[in-house]
């Protein structure tokens, strides 16, 4: 009864994206891009950090609305109370454009506790990783 209750309360983040990635599916098509979300279902946000939910869909927009040709890989992990998020362009044509659009949720990432890093903007894989308390 108490799993129950607690799927209930929290938001599985793999479903979080799923549902995210539909507002991206035009872009992904018209790109030529295909995305793979890896992550685990058993990976929820409490109740307590859903001011993260719109950093998140933002997010995948920008990673997905960016890319070309390309195929995005998406997992997480959880370490104790933090979860990292980690999207992956596997092969990224313009990081620069990547890292404007990404600047442009910093500020709201940074007010719903979350911190944004973008990794390797100048090299074939590009990996952006969203953390947050949860």
């Known amino acids: 009864m108490q799993s129950h209750q607690k799927e209930c309360e929290n938001l599985s983040l793999q479903t979080l994206i799923n549902k995210s990635l539909l507002c991206s599916s035009t872009a992904a098509h018209k790109n030529k891009t295909v995305v793979i979300n890896s992550v685990h279902p058993g990976i929820y946000i409490n109740p307590a950090s859903h001011r993260v939910i719109p950093v998140i869909t933002e997010l995948l927009e920008a990673v997905v609305g960016n890319a070309k040709n390309s195929e995005i890989c998406i997992t997480a992990e959880r370490f104790r109370e933090v979860v990292i998020l980690q999207v992956q362009d596997m092969h990224n ?33 590009a990996t952006v990783s969203l953390s947050f308390s949860n």
Do not use: C, T
Request: hydrophobic share 40%.
């Open 93 to 125: 044509n313009n990081g620069y454009a990547l890292g404007f659009s990404l600047q442009a949720i910093e500020k709201e990432a940074m007010d719903a506790g979350a911190f944004i890093q973008f990794k390797d903007q100048q090299h074939r894989i």
